[in-house]
């Protein structure tokens, strides 16, 4: 069965630092790994998709990582700000549904 | 931009009633899915459809529970009846997902706020 865990589950960093959010999997029979954003109250915004043949994805100011062999992912944040503060979330893709993570809460202090 | 589409955004009820929610998928999206959150937690899986078919209930407590998608298009979840520890965002997406293939990048709706009371 998959399990996906984050980690940190919390994160306090002042503006301008660059951060990485961790993501394990039990399971490296997956597909792809998407990283999701989450504001209090609202649904979930895709940031990046990896595809089982990538091993990176770039968005702006965000990178993220895939290496199935360790069932690892990772979330690179560089300069942040503190419109980034939200909850990050990472979905393994298996065959046929998504298993999240319960998410990094990240707050950046201006 | 094409987006996923939640009704109501927020509903408070009382125990024991009965309560629905309605999803209107990004066109052409074969896949939809159906998840709870509890406050701190990630989603978890109730539901998921492949067109009209249901594809995993397994989690989907079936007693009180349902879910439909008659024509492969928009969905409904319903509640009857609800109860205290149904309390949670009930969210709502689609992908292209194909029968027996990788599915595809997910897209979330807003979500709909159930507060049982």
């Known amino acids: 069965k998959q399990e996906v865990t984050q980690i940190p589950a919390a994160l306090s960093v002042p503006e301008g630092e660059n951060l990485v959010l961790n993501c394990s999997f039990t399971?490296?029979?997956?597909?792809?790994l998407q990283w999701f954003r989450q504001d209090p109250g609202k649904g979930l915004t895709s940031l990046l998709l990896i595809q089982s043949s990538q091993r990176e994805q770039t968005s702006g100011r965000l990178n993220a990582s895939l290496d199935k062999s360790s069932g690892r992912s990772t979330l690179y944040i560089a300069a942040s700000q503190p419109g980034d503060s939200a909850t990050y979330l990472c979905a393994g893709l298996g065959t046929y549904k998504y298993i999240f993570g319960t998410g990094t809460r990240l707050k950046v202090l201006a | 931009e094409a987006e996923v589409a939640q009704s109501p955004r927020y509903k408070i009820t009382e125990k024991s009633q009965a309560v629905a929610f309605w999803c209107d998928p990004i066109s052409g999206h074969a896949t939809l899915y159906w998840y709870r959150q509890i406050l701190g937690q990630g989603p978890e899986l109730l539901v998921q459809f492949q067109d009209e078919s249901v594809v995993d209930d397994s989690q989907l407590p079936k007693d009180r529970f349902s879910a439909e998608r008659l024509k492969g298009v928009d969905s409904t979840l319903k509640i009857q009846p609800a109860e205290l520890g149904d309390s949670a965002m009930y969210l709502c997406a689609s992908s292209l997902g194909l029968r027996g293939r990788p599915t595809f990048e997910a897209f979330f709706g807003q979500g709909t706020r159930l507060t049982v009371v």
């Open positions: 399971d490296s029979a997956i597909y792809n």
